[in-house]
């Protein structure tokens, strides 16, 4: 049974990756009764874009819920598609057939730093598509567990809300590169690209191991694409210079060597020492915490 409402209607839950945003907005609503559980498949809209939040009730009144974009709830759907497929393809359940951890079929989406991850499965109460969500780099882990009778009927649903609303995300369309991770002595450094409304970001993280508590304790700033090679070239300026700076005490050595300054004074061009940091980066400030995506 679907239930399908238009902008206005609340099926409650909080916003696209847990940020509490007073401008979003709900465009659509389709509620689906699912052997003892309810489905709720919300379109919302906010700053970042549209996404459909899909949130499980369960008969206890246990709620769960993921967050997908447009694009991969379609990749989603045409999933629905093979698992069911699949199932239809089984026999009566057989408990010796069964493999240890009760995965009958499994498939994995990628979407930017989130990993969702699709396993049809067994056990005593019978057979359920269980949908995993994970954020790379510590994030927080979610999932709803749909039983395989209902895949069809949830799959029609999605697909009602993405004929109605596309599947377009918006901006940039390419494969973003891979994070990288760097060790100095007792420190971490993450170094990960993302994106959203405002554009393509790095995120750079140092995570230090706390005494105080038994967490680690992360800073983290974000670099927008067009400053990437501006900030580079600081960072290779101060390479250079340290690099002359290390060497100086052996030129004290050499008969007839310049003084430091007037090297480094010949070999750098003149700096504006006035000019604002900010400007190194127009209409836009390095933060000390990561954009939500």
């Known amino acids: 049974m679907a239930e399908y409402h238009g902008q206005g209607m609340d099926a409650g839950g909080n916003n696209f990756d847990s940020g509490q945003q007073p401008q979003e907005q709900e465009l659509a609503t389709k509620m689906l009764q699912i052997q003892s559980k309810r489905f709720y498949l919300d379109v919302k809209q906010n700053r970042r874009g549209r996404f459909i ?10 709620r769960s819920q993921i967050f ?6 379609a990749e989603f759907r045409d999933h629905l598609s093979s698992f069911s497929d699949f199932y239809s393809s089984l026999g009566p359940p057989n408990p010796e057939s069964v493999p240890d951890d009760g995965k009958l079929k499994s498939e994995m989406m990628l979407k930017d730093n989130r990993r969702y991850y699709l396993d049809l499965k067994e056990n005593s109460r019978g057979r359920f598509l269980r949908v995993s969500q994970t954020i790379t780099r510590g994030g927080p882990r979610s999932q ?6 209902g ?15 596309g599947t377009d995300d ?8 891979e994070g990288r991770h760097l060790r100095v002595d007792n420190k971490n450094f993450y170094f990960d690209i993302g994106q ?3 554009g393509i970001y790095m995120k750079v993280s140092e995570v230090v191991p706390s005494l105080q508590v038994k967490s680690n304790f992360r ?3 974000t670099v927008p694409e067009k400053c990437w090679t501006r900030f580079r070239d600081i960072l290779a300026d101060y390479c250079d210079k340290m690099n002359r700076a290390h060497a100086e005490p052996a030129d004290h050595h050499q008969p007839g060597a310049a003084p430091p300054a007037a090297r480094a004074a010949s070999a750098q061009p003149a700096r504006d020492t006035n000019a604002p940091v900010a400007s190194l980066c127009p209409q ?4 000390g915490s990561a954009p939500r995506i």
């Open 151 to 165: 895949m069809i009927e949830f799959r029609d649903a999605l697909t009602d809300l993405l004929d109605d609303f």
């Open 53 to 62: 939040k899909v949130a499980e009730i369960g008969a206890d009144g246990r």
């Open 196 to 198: 959203n409304n405002r």
């Open 68 to 73: 997908l974009a447009m694009s991969t709830a």
């Open 144 to 149: 709803v567990a749909l039983p395989a009778q």
């Open 170 to 177: 918006g901006g940039f369309k390419g494969e973003l590169p």
């Open 284 to 287: 836009e400030a390095f933060s």
């Open 219 to 221: 800073t983290a700033i």
